[in-house]
């Protein structure tokens, strides 16, 4: 099943690149019904047109569809991010720092149920 699906997104993936391409191949296989019933010159057969005009707008569609993908993916791809930066004031670091009296009881400070003993876990006994 995984490979089918990336099997698939492959294909989605390709597909999208040969767009022109399959619009050319299209035009080829049915140039005959296109210049019979859809161009726009069929009238004029001088012009020798063999519907390639329906051909230009079909490729120019495509070209605008593409520009208008690419505009919006570029837009998703512009956000914009702010970020409030806080400046850390020097000047009042130094002022809290001198100003603060430190109690000498807290550098030798040691909790009262600290032991230097090994910490033995509870023994379940059997008898």
Same mark, same amino acid.
């Given at each position: 099943m995984r490979r089918l699906v990336c099997i698939l997104l492959l294909l989605i993936i390709a597909l999208q690149s @040969?767009?022109?391409?399959?619009? +050319?191949l299209a035009?080829? +296989?049915n140039q005959n019904y296109i210049a019979s019933t859809l161009c726009e010159n069929k009238d004029r !057969?001088?012009?020798?047109?063999n519907g390639r005009c329906v051909l230009a707008k079909k490729l120019k569609q495509a070209e605008q569809n593409e520009?208008?993908?690419?505009?919006?993916t570029q837009e998703k791809a512009n956000v914009l991010f702010f970020c409030r930066m806080n400046r850390i004031k020097i000047a009042e670091c130094l002022l809290s720092l001198q100003s603060r009296d430190f109690n000498p009881f807290y550098l030798h400070f040691k909790p009262s149920s600290f032991s230097n003993d090994i @910490?033995? !876990?509870p023994q379940f006994r059997t008898a």
């Open positions: @040969f767009n022109k391409a399959g619009i +050319m035009f080829k +296989m !057969p001088q012009m020798h047109c520009e208008k993908q690419r505009v919006q @910490f033995k !876990p």
